[in-house]
């Protein structure tokens, strides 16, 4: 995980850890499996609207939806929830980045990630990068995909 060390002027060092947060509109617990299967790492938690205090004032057609989840990877976390349909916004400004080591590895993920997508950029030799490719996935996400060197 990448930790950041935040100073302001006139107070103490504050160290902290920056993860994305991502918000759903009902698909929360079948995106969160499909970046298990394509990214790898652990599901680490899961709660559905019924397992929480409130769920008693939860609407019937929401108690199995995701209230949080927290997907653990080698190097970071991901986390969501599906909205209230009154608060849900499509993801627009914001970008998921992964950086690979090798092209081959960038493949595999932004074809898997592709999958049922949209391709915004083909994965190809760039001049920054040995491939990099950008995408909208099936559950809406941005994602970018860069390998800077096939090592």
Request: with cysteine; net charge negative.
């Amino acid at each position: 995980m990448t930790l950041f060390s935040l100073s302001i002027a006139g107070t103490e060092e504050i160290n902290m850890l920056l993860n994305a947060y991502l918000n759903f509109n009902g698909q929360c617990d079948a995106a969160f499996k499909f970046y298990q299967q394509v990214l790898g790492g652990k599901i680490a938690f899961r709660l559905t609207n019924k397992e929480t205090p409130m769920a008693e004032q939860t609407p019937p057609d929401r108690q199995d939806k995701i209230a949080h989840i927290r997907l653990e990877l080698d190097g970071g976390v991901l986390m969501g929830s599906d909205c209230p349909p009154d608060y849900f916004e499509k993801m627009q400004g914001m970008v998921l980045s992964i950086n690979v080591d090798t092209i081959a590895d960038g493949a595999r993920i932004f074809n898997a990630l592709a999958k049922n997508g949209t391709v915004k950029m083909p994965y190809e030799k760039t001049f920054w990068a040995a491939s990099f490719g950008m995408l909208e996935d099936q559950f809406g996400t941005p994602w970018m995909v860069n390998c800077e060197k096939d090592g």
